[in-house]
């Protein structure tokens, strides 16, 4: 049985990290497991390569950028599978080349295109782990190519999908998904079970334990997927199709990064938002006057000066930066009234002004001032979760 | 017409040197010449790698040490691409296997055997400056080797060779080959021209300008050679088969690693050295009393332990720690007692004991305690000199 595990920068940044890394791995063989390992480069590497280029031209070219970067894996799948040798685990590295990834489209931000698996399966066949460099693979020029921020965890569940893999475990600092961040929700428990799509609302909300991409790529084929914590024995939240166990309320996220931004004598808004679609620009809540004419929407902070680019020379408009949107998802939100009123009450009870509201099957949005953000996350979730 | 230019790590150890020799790059570029460049790692980067492999395991796999050192040089082949882009000169990075240079032999300490330069081909056609890594290429299993230490410079003549290149230069920090150390002889001065085998000499006597074994397969395939500064625009030193121009005595070279070994009751000592040969034992320097049973020689410091495990067990034997040699080094000594008799007067006058001698055709060494090996250096280089 072949069980995919995928291990992030912050679990192997150090020979400390590595060492516990490489023991959980020792345990899943032991227990008769053959393990292919994922992993990205060490801590804060990939910054630190991007700083390095930026600092010859920040306009570098991709290809080249692609070079750098994929060393950081290279370097981190060595250093695991020295370490793995060290404890007395037969293991082998394989760059993304050499473990058959390829891939298609622009530098930085190649897709995975196919994946043969032929010397994966040979060195399983020998009784090796296979620790391979996440986040690269290899075009048909015969040139690296990287997958983009996260784009380990998409390595890690394109790897199970095409082993055939028992399932994809992605382990991180956090030991799997909570209903909120623990670091700011006090409360927050930890999700047995959630569905990819709660997951995917989840995580393109803010939470940050599984790559959305990943996320996406394990339902369109079914690939089993665990979060779990690095130095953690504990089980983590499985992400699955089936939603029958999921709670109606899953979970709560936050965003602070939000600017809100109002467009006066729109003539309609159509072309407003053509500009904005044309910049690249995410358009996240949209609210309208009634007579078409005032829109309002917001954006992140981010994008406020291809805003001002794109708009700001057409239309007189007012930008508000600093707010914040906190948000409850759940694949089974049936009750949405009942939800509706404890958000309006745990917010007035602690006195939280609202902004903007925005409302879809499975997700419940509320704008707020940056300060309130806090707050405002820690009232809804108690109120909701009745702590 | 194809010219290849090297450059070790120091000399592209940060963004400023980088700039510089990316200049120096744009200049040959200029001149109307097609460049190919072989870059090292920067700076300290392969001992800091080779550090965090040791911090893990003395005794790392060599394949996983190749995986993790040939990042070294990925790195500095992109960096220094982004820099030429950033100048306006138009350069694609390569690693070993991109550049189509194949290895045998073990990691670590593997050889070239072949070299198929389609690629380099194709890109010096598109009009780029092709910068390959230097130090690693690819064996018959799919996987990165490194050529050993130095490795870089026998990359570039490899190349210089399978791409029919004009000429082949070295770049370091050092603007060609002097008649002594600069650092430690004041009166050294550059040699213009030296033959292969001189240069052979010099460098296995511890001159660290070029990589011996670059030099060897130079001579080999008579790859003309320069060895020239990074940061300076003097001309440098040429090394090539002709040596009618070189001067009979070329230069002085000193090594502060020896050790001496006397091995008694040896019975012929044939014993003593195939032991020593069996353990991969240098042997320099051998003096034999005349009824051979007692054998003296030098050895590398660093073999003190070998050497007593090998031999100390079955011998009575003393070995000498610290000390030195300095040889005068020339392809065509023709007056060999002039040479003699000038080197016992510097010693004398200097008041440096001689503890061994040893003449060959193209040298003539002394060994002398490690803490006159710059005094003898000096005074031997002045006297000959006439300095």
Not at 357 to 369: T, W, Y
């Amino acid at each position: 049985m072949i069980i995919v595990q995928k291990y992030g920068g912050s679990s192997v940044a150090d020979n400390d990290k590595l060492y516990k890394v490489a023991k959980k791995i020792q345990k899943t063989v032991n227990a008769g497991n053959n393990v292919v390992v994922v992993v990205s480069a060490q801590g804060k590497t990939t910054d630190l390569l991007m700083n390095m280029a930026n600092s010859i031209d920040k306009k570098c070219s991709p290809r080249e950028m692609d070079m750098l970067l994929a060393t950081g894996e290279q370097q981190s799948i060595a250093l695991l599978t020295m370490m793995l040798n060290h404890i007395g685990v037969p293991a082998i590295s394989l760059t993304g080349e050499q473990a058959g990834i390829f891939t298609i489209g622009e530098h930085m931000n190649a897709r995975i295109d196919e994946i043969r698996p032929f010397r994966i399966f040979n060195e399983i066949e020998k009784g090796k782990v296979v620790v391979v460099a996440g986040f690269q693979g290899i075009d048909e020029e015969d040139d690296v190519n990287t997958l983009g921020r996260g784009g380990s965890d998409t390595t890690a569940v394109a790897l199970a999908y095409a082993l055939s893999a028992e399932r994809c475990d992605i382990y991180s600092d956090v030991d799997g998904v909570y209903t909120a961040d623990p670091r700011i929700v006090k409360n927050a428990v930890k999700i047995e079970n959630i569905s990819y799509d709660t997951m995917l609302e989840l995580a393109s909300l803010g939470a940050k334990v599984l790559n959305n991409r990943a996320v996406e790529l394990a339902k369109k084929y079914e690939v089993k997927l665990t979060s779990r914590g690095s130095f953690s024995e504990e089980e983590g939240t499985k992400i699955a199709r089936n939603s029958l166990e999921n709670a109606s309320v899953t979970g709560f996220t936050a965003d602070k990064t939000v600017a809100i931004v109002t467009v006066f004598n729109t003539n309609g808004g159509y072309d407003v938002f053509a500009r904005l679609a044309e910049k690249g620009v995410q358009v996240d809540i949209v609210g309208q006057s009634i007579d078409l004419e005032e829109v309002t929407f917001t954006i992140k902070s981010s994008d406020i000066d291809k805003v001002k680019e794109c708009i700001g020379n057409r239309y007189d408009m007012d930008i508000l930066d600093n707010y914040g949107k906190v948000s409850v998802v759940g694949s089974g939100m049936i009750n949405k009234t009942e939800m509706v009123k404890q958000i309006y009450e745990a917010l007035y009870e602690s006195k939280v002004p609202i902004k903007l509201i925005s409302s879809s099957e499975i997700k419940f949005s509320v704008i707020v001032d940056e300060k309130y953000v806090d707050i405002a996350l820690n009232a809804m979730h108690n109120k909701v979760f009745n702590n």
